[in-house]
């Protein structure tokens, strides 16, 4: 942390006075200063809320097929940064890994074990465990997971 012309101005030089640079007040003044970082990374806001998928990328089986009775679903909470919902058949939770539009679900994650038929549930972990990066459309309704540059799953806010 280095001072600067603000600090000078708020803190004039003081020869006798050689110790007062070094109290909790010109330390708190001069971190204050830092960027947020916290600001910086979050996920945006408008990522909360429940999500249900209506596309997946690079099954040979039909959407429908994949999920004849009951589409996945996924609820975000930034605030808390978690995440549960529910894969069609199974739930699940965990900690939500965000940095701006970065995103991913390679975290261990609390998930029921109730037996699943078809291939839905199996298709939606494994493309979800590739995911690296969001986009919300601009009236924040859509959520596209995407790996890389691909879209892999589209969401409709619920």
Not at 66 to 80: E, F, G
Not at 134 to 147: E, H, R, W
Request: hydrophobic content about 35%.
């Amino acid at each position: 942390m280095y001072a600067d012309n603000a600090y000078y101005k708020k803190f004039p030089q003081d020869e006798n006075k050689i110790w007062e640079n070094h109290s909790q007040v010109q330390y708190l003044f001069l971190t204050e200063k830092f960027p947020d970082k916290n600001a910086e990374m979050a996920a945006n806001p408008a990522l909360s809320g429940t999500w249900e998928l209506y596309y997946i990328s690079g099954r040979r089986i039909a959407f429908e097929g994949l999920y004849p009775d009951k589409k996945p679903t996924i609820t975000i909470n930034v605030d808390s940064n978690r995440i549960n919902g529910s894969t069609s058949c199974n739930v699940f939770s965990g900690n939500l890994k965000t940095n701006r539009s970065r995103i991913n679900f390679d975290a261990p994650m609390a998930k029921t074990m109730m037996a699943c038929p078809g291939e839905g549930e199996r298709a939606f972990l494994e493309i979800l465990k590739k995911i690296t990066s969001y986009a919300l459309n601009d009236n924040n309704n859509i959520l596209t997971f995407n790996m890389g540059d691909v879209a892999m799953m589209r969401f409709v806010r619920k």
